[in-house]
């Protein structure tokens, strides 16, 4: 049978001129059909060093469906378990849109609307969510390797911000794509009355506010997603360095989880106000007695004048709350699938 391949970044040890041709072995699989897999492949083999470039090579279309899958996969466990978390984030952040007063905090909110709503509304939004996951997630994370070890073969370094900088392109990159799902997502938990379906929903924006809609928010979102991905994954990328430097602990669940749960706290307190002006822009409609938002910084000032500081960082508890887990759950999944299907730890 004629085996396909793609052309991709290798990840593992490089030996000799830089693209030079891989050495290849032949690995059969459970259905003893045989398939190219280099010897250095990095979806599949060792961690490359610090100092060590990446070289050109081949991999089956397998490998980059795991690479993507078990990214996504993982993702959408974590939506699946914290989403209750993501409707209560957003119900806090539009609260007294465009005033300064007290907020009702989470868990009185939650008594509020589990009581006017019932349980219906934890999971309001949930399908395009899930949607979502699997493929902002499988993106987010799944690009994060390729483009670090692009800019490692291209510059030569595989310090931190080569880290930053490619989780952060990775999170865009990602956000771009997947932004339609995001509205529709936000649109569905901040409506409970919606019971037309995400379908019907979708066309009823489009035919109501045009395609352009669908991009509501998208560069407050990149920016968001950016610093979520930079932050969880070059924190979390680094923290399992120096643990494993510094401390007894050696690759496996403790590791993964202590790393996880940094990653978490860091991501957190970087990106609430960023993701409370993503959601503020996604809900136009529910802002307009403040008027229109004409971009991200105009919705910051807004925000910072009419509500004060405070107001940047309505629903940063609930957010917290959901992205701690989240973060630790994704992580800590992802690492056992990948090492499920035979690929190396991130």
Not at 62 to 78: D, R
Not at 233 to 247: F, G, H, N, P, V
Request: proline residues 5%; charged residues 20%; contains cysteine.
């Amino acid at each position: 049978m004629r085996r396909f391949v793609i052309r991709i970044f290798l990840f593992g040890q490089s030996s000799g001129k830089v693209g030079g041709p891989p050495k290849l072995t032949e690995r059969n699989s459970e259905g003893g059909s045989e398939i190219c897999v280099p010897e250095n492949l990095g979806f599949l083999s060792g961690r490359m060093k610090a100092d060590e470039k990446p070289r050109w090579g081949l991999v089956s279309p397998s490998g980059v469906a795991y690479h993507f899958g078990t990214s996504g996969l993982s993702v959408a466990v974590a939506t699946v378990v914290t989403h209750p978390l993501d409707v209560l984030k957003v119900r806090l952040q539009m609260q007294l849109v465009g005033q300064k007063g007290p907020l009702t905090g989470m868990g009185r909110l939650f008594l509020q609307v589990f009581k006017n709503e019932g349980p219906r509304f934890l999971y309001l939004g949930l399908t395009p969510a899930l949607t979502r996951s699997v493929l902002y997630g499988g993106l987010r994370l799944g690009l994060y390797e390729p483009s670090k070890y692009a800019c490692n073969w291209a510059f030569g370094s595989n310090n931190v911000f080569v880290k930053i900088g490619s989780a952060g392109f990775s999170g865009a990159v990602a956000t771009a794509l997947t932004n339609p799902v995001e509205v529709l997502k936000v649109r569905l938990q901040m409506n409970p009355n919606l019971r037309k379906g995400a379908a019907r929903e979708l066309r009823a924006i489009i035919s109501e506010e045009g395609v352009k809609a669908l991009w509501k928010g998208v560069g407050p979102a990149m920016a968001r997603a950016a610093t979520l991905t930079a932050s969880q994954l070059a924190t979390y990328d680094e923290t399992k360095r120096m643990l494993i430097r510094l401390t007894p602990l050696e690759e496996g669940f403790h590791l993964h989880l202590t790393s996880s749960t940094v990653a978490g706290l860091v991501s957190t307190l970087l990106t609430a106000p960023v993701d409370m002006i993503k959601t503020r822009l996604m809900l136009q409609q529910e802002s307009e007695r403040v008027g229109s938002y004409r971009n991200g910084f105009h919705c910051a000032y807004q925000v910072l004048r009419t509500e004060g500081p405070r107001g940047l960082y309505k629903g940063s508890l609930a957010m917290f709350a959901r992205l701690g887990p989240q973060t630790t759950i994704t992580f800590v999944v992802c690492e056992q699938l990948r090492e499920l299907v035979g690929m190396k730890a991130i």
